[in-house]
């Protein structure tokens, strides 16, 4: 039977809905077994549906598997990392999105399990966010982006009238002994993100940061158990897998695109990340 939704759930959606919201990736990805995304902290809201197999999901050190059928919403400034069992690939379809401003990390995780029909359904609007997205990216049209925030606020609709906080507990689940983030730090992943095809993105980065660098990097490593650099280079990479594999340019546009102004450089970096060159990632899947 459907979840009725709590007076808690309809709050966060009408928050949502009344937000300006922007769309910064729609996706589908199928992932083997191992690693399905690094250790870092997601700055985008993300809205999963698992379509096939398995996904462990561990979210500020709690663990949820996750099978094929089920959404679920990460909101924005959580650690998380992914893992897919051994039994078979898992294929998930998702959206990220900015809130504007609007603080949904208080709204906490939540989930869903949609009837089959629904669950078709979810697919079919996914492809479709897809496509236009596609032509958010190739044509810029405003009418394209207030469409597709249109698509996301239907989905958020969908979710949230049959959303139920994941566990029993309601609210954030950050654990109480993690500091928070750093106003700079949260400031500097955001820019990062949107400036990552810059070839001096960092040192820019750094010039624009009202505070020295070594307070700086202390409070970034802090709060993501990496370096300024290590978490660009997880930018960039997991841009370019997602050009590899959704998109025909060529590996030096695809350099390019990521910050990358020589090629074979490129290719070196993706190989020590990946495991697999650009060319080899496309002839596999």
């Not at 398995?54 to 050190?61: C, K, V």
């Not at 690939?89 to 029909?117: H, K, N, Q, T």
């Not at 566990?167 to 500091?179: H, I, L, N, V």
């Not at 624009?208 to 409070?219: D, E, G, K, L």
């Amino acid at each position: 039977m459907p979840i009725s939704p709590s007076p808690g759930t309809l709050a966060h959606l009408a928050q949502m809905l009344r937000q300006r919201l922007t769309v910064t990736m729609v996706g589908q990805q199928t992932y083997r077994a191992g690693p399905a995304a690094q250790d870092e902290i997601v700055i985008t809201n993300r809205l999963i549906l698992v379509v096939k197999g398995e996904l462990n999901y561990l979210m500020e050190g709690r663990t949820q598997r996750w099978e094929a059928g089920a959404q679920f919403f990460i909101p924005a400034w959580v650690r998380r990392v992914s893992t897919v069992s051994k039994r078979a690939p898992c294929e998930i379809r998702w959206c990220e999105f900015d809130d504007d401003g609007l603080d949904s990390s208080a709204f906490g995780y939540f989930w869903r399990v949609p009837r089959m029909e629904a669950f078709r359904q979810e697919q079919l609007r996914h492809m479709e966010m897809m496509a236009l997205w596609r032509e958010v990216g190739a044509h810029g049209r405003e009418a394209d982006r207030l469409r597709l925030e249109g698509e996301l606020k239907a989905m958020l609709a969908r979710f949230w009238t049959e959303a139920a906080p994941l566990g029993t507990e309601r609210g954030r689940m950050r654990a109480k002994s993690e500091p928070p983030v750093h106003a700079q730090v949260k400031t500097a992943l955001r820019w990062l993100r949107d400036h990552l095809q810059e070839p001096d993105a960092l040192e820019s980065l750094y010039r624009n940061t009202p505070v020295t660098r070594n307070y700086f990097r202390r409070h970034f490593k802090a709060a993501l158990q990496c370096t300024p650099q290590e978490y660009l280079q997880r930018l960039r990479m997991r841009r370019a897998r997602y050009l590899v594999h959704q998109t025909n340019l060529l590996q030096k546009q695809i350099a390019m695109e990521v910050g990358y102004p020589d090629a074979l450089y490129f290719t070196k970096m993706y190989r020590k990340f990946w495991g697999r060159a650009p060319r080899a990632e496309r002839k596999v899947w």
